[in-house]
């Protein structure tokens, strides 16, 4: 596949990346704010998770917060 067709075929949510925002770099946090959720979900402190989520993942707090904020702001298709 070509770097053209690559983007012809993901065209609509590129658009719509661009449009919000979002970097495509934003995709390596994935697993973080997934735990968060699920930390979250098992009724952990937020302070708790924050920290502990920085630890395992070598980030600062500041960017935990930070991709938890933005993870969780809807976007307009």
Request: hydrophobic share 40%.
């Amino acid at each position: 596949m070509t770097r053209y067709e690559f983007i012809k075929m993901a065209e609509s949510v590129l658009k719509v990346c661009d449009r919000e925002g979002i970097a495509p770099s934003e995709a390596a946090y994935l697993p973080v704010y997934e735990d968060w959720v699920r930390l979250t979900g098992e009724g952990h402190k937020k302070v708790w998770i924050i920290a502990y989520l920085a630890q395992q993942y070598g980030i600062s707090e500041a960017t935990i917060k930070r991709i938890t904020k933005k993870f969780a702001k809807w976007v307009k298709p």
